[in-house]
């Protein structure tokens, strides 16, 4: 099985005054309901506040500060739910379409939220052939995507050396074949959730690669999706997370690159971002790949110096002089007023660390330039995740990033009870050092 690496952040959100007034107003015993719908409420700003714009993010969630006891308890709930949960996807046939959907997403919901290898790993031979007809057949779209998050979250707890080649051809057919954008994007999120926990081979996963790199350049339609934006995202994001488990990618690095400056004329942003990360993901490997086999390189990151014949290699190789530098910069000084506030701000903040990267490949994302009064040296990378009682994380490289990004989507806010507990996970991102 592969070395992976990974993260997820979490912003706290700022309550009002106002707002806790409101709160403070409410009585639990005069409406039952107000606890709960509280909860769900702050639950669904922080899955919001996730942005990778963060710079500190806690795993210390209230439920998880329980006494011993209390979590044996839930233990064994969980457990038992989860058990109930599979039994009815293996009887299926007894349960109405309705009732089969709604145990779906409880088993989906269970397998977020907390670590049940022990649960469920002797049934996942009975598991994934049903998942498959359950895909293969498309009876409605929310069953179908949850099955497809069910297959992803099932491989996340229980990782497989020979699982990718039992799925892989159910899930291409999917995104290709299918007739709803939704299950497109949840498909090609999960074959390249399978791709890395499933051990799809080096040349597996770069076949991958060069299909979601056609869906880009074709906006979509090479599957069917002209111009849908959110497949096109899936497909950049999914792209450059399989990039982060490849050592060379020098033979696909130039035609990528190609595409992904062409998206960075797009009239979505999310499609600008997420290219435009590929493409620092992109130098910032190749710069790493030319620093491993060139011994003649002077690091002079400290000062902000260039990084000597190295990083000139890497420019003469990709840094397509005006076209790529003019548009970048474009981006990160982007003032038209036909683009609402919020997404000028994501684009300056976004393409301002990009941009620092191609001109200076050792500098990641939120790499600030700013000089310390007391050290002389420069602040370097400010996002750093905490997670409690354990350690702190630097992502200071878009490799980092991209596997963040990936398993935050996946897990959503069950990351931090994998990532203390499940070891594919802890594994994607180390603690130590922000080298590679």
Request: hydrophobic share 35%; with cysteine.
């Amino acid at each position: 099985m592969r070395d992976l690496r990974r993260r997820a952040l979490e912003c706290n959100k700022t309550v009002s005054k106002k707002a806790q007034s409101r709160v403070s107003r409410a009585s639990p015993a005069a409406n039952p309901h107000a606890v709960s719908t509280n909860q769900r409420f702050h639950q669904s700003d922080g899955e919001r506040s996730t942005s990778i714009k963060c710079t500190n993010w806690s795993a210390g969630h209230p439920d998880e500060i329980i006494n011993p006891k209390q979590t044996s308890c839930k233990s064994e709930r969980w457990k038992q739910n989860i058990e109930d949960c599979m039994s009815k996807i293996v009887d299926r046939k007894k349960y109405s379409a309705r009732d089969r959907e709604i145990n779906l997403a409880q088993y989906v919901d269970l397998l977020t939220n907390n670590y049940v290898h022990e649960a469920i790993q002797s049934k996942n031979d009975e598991i994934y052939p049903i998942l498959m007809k359950i895909i293969n057949s498309e009876c409605s779209e929310n069953e179908t995507c949850h099955a497809l998050r069910a297959v992803a979250l099932t491989m996340i707890t229980v990782p497989s050396e020979s699982a990718y080649e039992n799925i892989e051809q159910y899930l291409k057919r999917s995104y290709r074949n299918s007739e709803n954008f939704g299950v497109k994007v949840a498909a090609i999120r999960t074959l390249s959730t399978i791709a890395i926990y499933g051990a799809a081979s080096e040349f597996e996963i770069a076949d991958i690669m060069d299909e979601y790199l056609e869906i880009i350049e074709t906006d979509g339609c090479s599957i069917d999706s002209a111009d849908q934006v959110d497949v096109v995202v899936a497909a950049c994001k999914a792209w450059g997370y399989l990039a982060t488990f490849l050592d060379d990618l020098e033979q696909k690095a130039e035609s990528a690159i190609g595409v992904f400056a062409e998206q960075l004329d797009s009239s979505d942003v999310s499609v600008q971002v997420a290219a435009g990360e590929n493409i620092a993901l992109l130098y910032e490997k190749r710069y790493s790949e030319a620093l491993s086999s060139n011994d003649d390189c002077i690091s002079d990151e400290e000062n902000g110096a260039s990084i000597s014949q190295t990083q000139s290699m890497c420019s003469a190789a990709y840094y397509q002089k005006s076209r790529l530098h003019q548009s970048l910069n474009r981006l990160a000084n982007e003032s038209s007023r036909h683009i609402c506030k919020k997404d000028r701000k994501t684009l300056h903040s976004n393409f301002s660390d990009i941009l620092n990267t191609i001109e200076h490949p050792t500098r990641g994302p939120r790499y600030q330039n700013a000089i310390s009064k007391e050290t002389g040296k420069r602040y370097g990378s400010r996002m750093t995740i905490s997670i409690n009682n354990m350690g702190d994380v630097k992502i200071d490289k878009w490799w980092k990033m991209h596997r963040l990004q990936a398993l935050r989507t996946e897990l959503k806010g069950g990351f931090s009870a994998h990532y203390r507990d499940n070891p594919a996970i802890f594994e994607s991102l180390p603690l130590e050092a922000s080298d590679d």
